[in-house]
């Protein structure tokens, strides 16, 4: 008899699990709050240009996520970012200094792809655009309810995927009295996690430097990140430069209710500075993201999540994997949905 599952959150994580579940006797049915999916590793388009302004890319880190990724899933459009990833510290002295820089992926059409690809190889149901605010745990199972109060329905068990606040805020509003409820709340709760805001800066002309990006080494330049996206296939037309910065926590925690052009025009500022290219101080056109919940910078307590298993409550992310990339929410979404069929 088949079992039916709710994943909260079509990110990286969710589309693992699903991917994972689509030769067993378990139904997937997926909500997510935004139009798309993939969840912080975001994709978006302005003209001619395609760009990430969240995860970067996926790196190979994981044998198996590689073998997915390059095996498993279609590769049509699956580029490598060839050039290295340069540092830079606090005076903004830039070199190589990164050995050790593992191989790097994305997509011609845009890291998202690596979920819709996941998704595409399943029977699940995606349902964009709804946002889950309440679980109900029933004697067999749990309701779910979005914002408007409405029931999204019944399911035999739920799997959470939103960043851990977010998840710790969906537990507050669940009705599940339970002594683990609150404990299981408070741990998620705990999980902290880095806040960033990123700035996207065009240029009708194509940066002479021979690095894809440059980290901040020692954690102390107010920019924390800078990746050219002109160094990914099929992103930008040839002649032309698209920045993604990505400030240090600091900058970010104390401009984060600046106005968006405030905001902008300190990011080019400090972006042509760092690269002593005045320039780059007058970027033609600009986007920005406020990340709020980037990556997950703790540990949780797994034996807590194994306790709300027990209850057909399940969780799955790159908080869960204790590592804020993009590899380990999939592999961490993989064993998951793995965990949950044989739970069966």
């Given at each position: 008899?088949?079992?039916?599952?709710?994943?909260v959150g079509?990110?990286?994580?969710?589309?693992?699990?699903?991917y994972?579940?689509?030769?067993?006797?378990?139904?997937?049915?997926?909500?997510?709050?935004s139009?798309?999916?993939?969840?912080?590793?975001?994709?978006?388009?302005?003209?001619?240009?395609?760009?990430?302004?969240g995860?970067?890319?996926?790196?190979?880190?994981?044998?198996r996520?590689?073998e997915l990724v390059t095996?498993a899933?279609p590769?049509?459009?699956?580029?490598?970012?060839e050039?290295p990833?340069y540092a830079?510290?606090?005076?903004?002295?830039?070199?190589?200094g990164?050995?050790?820089?593992?191989?790097?992926?994305t997509?011609?059409?845009?890291?998202t792809?690596v979920?819709?690809?996941l998704?595409?190889?399943?029977?699940?149901?995606?349902e964009n655009?709804?946002r889950?605010?309440?679980?109900?745990?029933?004697?067999d199972?749990?309701?779910?309810q979005?914002?408007?109060g409405?029931?999204?329905?019944h399911?035999?068990a739920?799997?959470?995927?939103?960043?851990?606040?977010?998840?710790?805020?969906?537990?507050?509003?669940?009705?599940?009295?339970?002594?683990d409820?609150?404990?299981?709340?408070?741990?998620?709760?705990?999980?902290?996690y880095?806040?960033?805001?990123?700035g996207?800066?065009?240029?009708?002309?194509e940066l002479?430097?021979?690095?894809?990006a440059?980290?901040n080494?020692?954690?102390?330049h107010?920019?924390?990140?800078?990746?050219?996206?002109?160094?990914?296939?099929?992103?930008?037309?040839?002649?032309?430069?698209?920045?993604l910065?990505?400030m240090?926590?600091?900058?970010?925690?104390?401009?984060?209710?600046?106005?968006?052009d405030?905001?902008?025009?300190?990011?080019a500022?400090?972006?042509?500075?760092?690269?002593?290219?005045?320039?780059?101080?007058?970027?033609?056109w600009?986007?920005?993201?406020?990340w709020?919940?980037s990556?997950?910078e703790?540990?949780?307590?797994?034996?807590?999540?194994?306790?709300?298993?027990?209850?057909?409550l399940?969780f799955a992310?790159?908080?869960?994997?204790?590592?804020g990339?993009?590899?380990?929410?999939l592999?961490?979404?993989?064993?998951?949905?793995?965990?949950?069929?044989?739970?069966?």
């Amino acid at each position: 008899m088949s079992r039916n599952l709710a994943v909260v959150g079509a990110g990286g994580a969710g589309a693992a699990a699903a991917y994972a579940l689509r030769d067993t006797d378990v139904d997937v049915t997926v909500f997510e709050k935004s139009r798309g999916v993939c969840g912080r590793a975001a994709t978006r388009r302005h003209g001619d240009c395609t760009y990430e302004y969240g995860a970067n890319y996926l790196k190979a880190d994981d044998d198996r996520v590689t073998e997915l990724v390059t095996e498993a899933l279609p590769t049509e459009g699956l580029v490598d970012i060839e050039e290295p990833v340069y540092a830079f510290d606090r005076a903004g002295d830039i070199d190589a200094g990164r050995d050790a820089d593992e191989h790097k992926w994305t997509y011609e059409a845009g890291i998202t792809q690596v979920a819709k690809r996941l998704f595409n190889e399943t029977d699940a149901e995606v349902e964009n655009g709804v946002r889950v605010e309440r679980l109900e745990r029933q004697r067999d199972g749990w309701l779910l309810q979005d914002d408007d109060g409405a029931d999204l329905g019944h399911f035999d068990a739920a799997l959470l995927t939103p960043p851990a606040p977010q998840t710790a805020d969906l537990l507050g509003q669940s009705r599940w009295n339970h002594d683990d409820c609150r404990e299981l709340r408070q741990e998620v709760a705990s999980v902290p996690y880095r806040t960033v805001i990123a700035g996207v800066l065009h240029y009708p002309f194509e940066l002479d430097v021979p690095w894809y990006a440059a980290v901040n080494s020692d954690k102390d330049h107010d920019i924390g990140w800078i990746g050219r996206e002109e160094c990914k296939d099929g992103h930008v037309p040839d002649g032309e430069s698209l920045l993604l910065v990505q400030m240090n926590e600091p900058w970010s925690i104390a401009n984060y209710d600046e106005h968006p052009d405030t905001l902008i025009d300190d990011i080019a500022t400090r972006t042509a500075r760092l690269l002593d290219d005045d320039r780059l101080a007058d970027p033609d056109w600009t986007d920005h993201q406020h990340w709020r919940y980037s990556q997950p910078e703790g540990e949780v307590d797994h034996d807590l999540l194994s306790c709300a298993a027990e209850h057909d409550l399940h969780f799955a992310g790159d908080w869960v994997a204790g590592e804020g990339r993009l590899h380990a929410a999939l592999r961490n979404g993989l064993e998951t949905g793995e965990a949950i069929a044989d739970s069966g």
